[in-house]
């Protein structure tokens, strides 16, 4: 089941960055961090109560006047609709009921998704009471009274949060049709590879239930079997702003690899690799799910014997924290090689669906414990007791050892390679759980 989206949205300085961070500092499941990729932190993992979820902060620069605060903030509310299953609207004590304040409200009740209300800076609850009140006059229900900063009344904030999440109920949303996010930045000719499937497969472009999100999903029937298409490129922000471009951009692309099964990174080949490209693949990366990295426009590419073999080893090195993805060369204007896009898709979903048993797994463990010692520290000596596939969607390993601190991340990228070796698990990652065991 996919995680669900809060998205926080507030005026410039009501205390938004404070509560992200309170939120993935403290709070977060542990994420590691994806090498080669700097994050600027959009979105984190966090967990309460159990649950899983993604907080994003839709945030962007700070505007200077007044007119283009009340539109920023427009753009802001419409993304976290779009994107998010519930929203925070912070506000500020301090600065009181502010018109954008009652115009975001509005736009946020009209929506019909669930928001829970945040009044920040309320740093001492019984002096400031009477200020909270005023904001039940913003007519989206009880407001939470937080102090960021001082991180209280988070906990109480968070329940109403996970409150509005949808019952674990685990098959509903699991169809068993694999969804697959066609990413990439924008121009890299994400409408055009739909298009051009659409228009060679029989296709049936249709409206699936609780799709009011901010892509458009369309359902492809290839040799007898669906596919669904969650494609990024529909809607287009007119936002003026560089940064804020990139940043909604990123936004719409957690939420999209979010929902899928496959994530398809188009890259443009007349351009090369970029740096937005690997934040991308590192969306998908953290979130364990599949990887195809379509190397788009290869029409337009001069080329010789060895141009694939540059181009592969160039996106490779920049991608060198994904290397299991799988690679293809495609166009989108003139179809070469799109029908290998399915095939490939094939292949990862079956690899993100394998399990290997135990007994398979511990010999291959104690092979390669044998040809390769693990790592010690101060005179003790990593000991690998033994490992257990534990689930699917990502392959995730729980490994049993003396001592974690003990594990390092190289010897951990050793065991992957000989689990690679041994069973592909071509175009997915997979995770490691280490745990100790006396
Ligand atoms: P954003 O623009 O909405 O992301 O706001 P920031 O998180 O950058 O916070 C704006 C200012 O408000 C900063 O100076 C924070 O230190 C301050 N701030 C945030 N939370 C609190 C709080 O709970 N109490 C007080 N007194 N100040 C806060
Ligand atoms: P999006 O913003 O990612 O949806 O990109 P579009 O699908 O709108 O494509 C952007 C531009 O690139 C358009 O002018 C397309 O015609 C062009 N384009 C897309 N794919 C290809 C391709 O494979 N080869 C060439 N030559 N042009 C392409």
Redesign the pocket.
């Known amino acids: 089941m996919s995680k669900p989206i809060v998205a926080i949205v507030g005026r410039p300085n009501v205390g938004k960055s404070t509560l992200f961070n309170a939120l993935a500092g403290e709070m977060i499941s542990i994420v590691k961090d994806t090498p080669g990729v700097t994050r600027d932190r959009i979105y984190a993992d966090v967990s309460w109560l159990d649950r899983d979820f993604t907080i994003i902060d839709t945030g962007g620069i700070e505007p200077d006047s007044q007119d283009i605060i009340l539109s920023q903030m427009r753009e802001q509310a419409q993304i976290a609709i779009d994107s998010a299953d519930v929203i925070i609207f912070i506000t500020d004590v301090r600065q009181g009921l502010t018109d954008a304040d009652s115009q975001v409200a509005d736009m946020l009740r009209k929506s019909r998704r669930p928001v829970v209300l945040a009044v920040n800076k309320v740093d001492n609850y019984k002096s400031q009471q009477m200020d909270v009140y005023e904001f039940y006059n913003l007519g989206i229900g009880e407001p939470f009274p937080i102090s960021a900063e001082g991180k209280q009344g988070i906990g109480d904030l968070l329940d109403a949060v996970v409150s509005h999440f949808p019952e674990h109920s685990g098959e509903e949303e699991d169809s068993e049709i694999p969804k697959i996010a066609i990413v ?10 739909i ?1 051009k499937l659409l228009g060679e497969n029989r296709v049936i472009v249709s409206d699936i239930p609780g799709t009011t999100r901010d892509a458009v999903d369309t359902t492809i029937t290839r040799n007898g079997k669906d596919y669904i298409f969650i494609d990024t ?1 529909g809607l287009r922000r007119k936002s003026k702003i560089k940064e804020d471009i990139e940043r909604y951009s990123i936004i719409r692309t957690v939420s999209a690899v979010e929902r899928c099964d496959v994530a398809v990174l ?1 890259i443009d080949a007349a351009e090369g690799i970029t740096e937005q490209d690997a934040k991308i693949a590192g969306i998908a990366h953290d979130r364990g799910k599949g990887l195809i990295i379509a190397v ?5 590419v001069e080329k010789d014997n060895s141009t694939m073999k540059t181009y592969t080893e160039k996106i490779r090195s920049v991608l060198s924290f994904a290397p299991y993805a799988e690679m293809l060369y ?5 179809g070469q090689r799109l029908n290998k896009l399915f095939d490939a898709v094939d292949q990862v979903l079956e690899s993100q669906s394998l399990r290997v048993p135990t007994g398979v797994l511990n010999e291959i463990l104690t092979e390669a414990i044998a040809m390769q010692q693990p790592p010690s520290d101060k005179g003790r000596r990593l000991k690998i007791f033994y490992m257990t596939q534990v689930s699917i969607k990502p392959p995730t390993f729980v490994i049993f050892v003396n001592d974690r601190k003990l594990m390092h991340f190289s010897y951990q990228r050793y065991l992957e390679n000989r689990i690679r070796d041994s069973f592909g698990f071509q175009g997915t990652a997979i995770h490691f759980i280490i745990r100790e065991r006396q």
């Open positions: 990439g930045k924008p121009n890299v000719g994400k409408s055009s590879i298009n490129a188009m788009n426009k290869w029409d337009l495609i166009s989108a204007k003139t």
